[in-house]
């Protein structure tokens, strides 16, 4: 079965820091990989996600990650982070073929101080 | 679109009675939804995968008797949570699958079970 691992489970930032949360999975064949923000009191929200192309996927509110296949990573970006972008961030994982079904990570709690 | 609402939001019951959560898809018709648990400060953990017109597939270790799920329509999935027990405090999150391969996942806003 898949597995995703997120390394980083607090991770607290300055306005206008970079981000790059890290993301790796356990599986060989073929994955589709999500980033998924839930904002305190929200549902889950999809950023980005990546199936198949350019490595690079850009998401909204100016996150981006790329996907490494040999380092088996999905890390997700921010250039300069804003105290709204606090949340907890999720990586998420479906096996083509595997049923289809979301494989989570454990998240990460950001915490953006002004 | 593929938007999915989850009712309710918060719900306290009583030790050894039954509650009821909905998931409905409002804008398309989702023939495979989930079910997700969540507890605090920890990932989401699936629970059961919900098909239209047969009978859940639980994930290893939950309770299929206890977690009942139903669901009868294209629109509508519902779990049941039944004797529920303190243990069972939790925040239950559906999702619904849209789209075609590689799906695209929604997710509802969630509902907090208390049980006292």
Known sequence: AQSVSQHNHHVILSEAASLELGCNYSYGGTVNLFWYVQYP?????????????????????????????????????????????????????????????????????????? | GAVVSQHPSRVICKSGTSVKIECRSLDFQATTMFWYRQFPKQSLMLMATSNEGSKATYEQGVEKDKFLINHASLTLSTLTVTSAHPEDSSFYICSARFGRVPYGYTFGSGTRLTVV
Do not use: M
């Not at chain 1, 990546?50 to 250039?79: M, Q």
């Not at chain 1, 998420?92 to 002004?114: I, M, R, S």
């Open chain 1, 41 to 114: 009191g929200q549902h889950l929200q999809l950023l980005l996600k990546y199936f198949s192309g350019d490595p690079l996927v850009k998401g909204i509110k100016g996150f981006e990650a790329e996907f490494i296949k040999s380092k088996f990573s999905f890390n997700l970006r921010k250039p300069s982070v804003q105290w709204s972008d606090t949340a907890e961030y999720f990586c998420a994982v479906t096996v083509t073929g595997g049923g289809n079904k979301l494989t989570f990570g454990t998240g990460t709690q950001l915490k953006v101080e002004l």
